[in-house]
């Protein structure tokens, strides 16, 4: 190996990914990088929100469209798309080959029909955007919310809430409306300070214990 290769190598080891999250709610505008905060401690992995976006519907042929023509390609993508996905996952991996983009958005119960359109609305604004650069960006679904994870490991919403809720033997991805059942559970439940102490407190490793539960959450680890 050569002297070039050999700092080469010691670069990349040394280097840190650099994740720029792309998010659609306030809680995760203040407090999602907390959710990876087990990477960071161990992966050499930083976590920032750079953009949130309103949740997108799907693109469909009944509307109409008035498109953004992309320079240098065939296609075009709505004009919010282009200012709000497109750009800020640009300017983010072009700052170097250790920065990747993941947009992140929740599916919610009442939209999961629709999650193949919504998806492939916004992959399609990241590969424009990105086009050979595309494969340092994902899109990824909080099943059916981002407060589902929190009921994964109930030891923090009873140390952050003071409640005594047992540990749940079912997959809370099949929760439908997990915010509501915590304000039901806890009336004065503020959804962005006391899920950013929950989210403090939240053990990951706990949350994707079980193989065959939190298979979105999986995913996006993975």
């Known amino acids: 190996m050569s002297a070039q290769d050999t700092a080469s190598t010691e670069s990349s080891q040394c280097a840190d990914f650099h994740f720029g999250l792309i998010v659609t709610g306030d809680t995760e505008q203040e407090h999602l990088p907390k959710l990876f905060k087990s990477l960071k401690e161990t992966g050499g992995c930083k976590f920032e929100v750079i953009q949130t976006i309103g949740q997108r519907d799907p693109r469909t042929s009944s509307r109409p469209r ?94 952050v809430l003071g409640t005594s809720l047992p540990d749940r033997d079912d997959d809370v991805e099949t929760i439908r409306n997990p915010k509501s059942d915590l304000r039901e559970l806890y009336p004065s439940f503020r959804e962005i300070n006391d899920g950013g102490r929950i989210l403090d407190q939240i053990d990951i490793e706990r949350v994707l214990s079980g193989p065959d539960a939190c298979a979105s959450l999986r995913t996006l680890f993975a």
């Open 66 to 159: 008035r498109n953004l023509k992309v320079l240098g390609t065939n296609q075009s993508i709505p004009p919010t798309d282009w200012e709000e996905i497109g750009l800020p996952a640009i300017e983010h991996v072009n700052q170097s080959g250790y920065h990747f983009v993941i947009l992140i958005d929740d599916l919610e119960y009442r939209r999961r029909d629709q999650a193949p359109l919504v998806f492939d609305r916004y992959r399609t604004a990241l590969d424009i955007a990105l086009k050979a650069l595309k494969h340092r960006a994902s899109v990824h679904f909080l099943v059916y919310m981002l407060e589902a994870y929190y009921f994964a490991d109930t030891q923090a919403i009873n140390a």
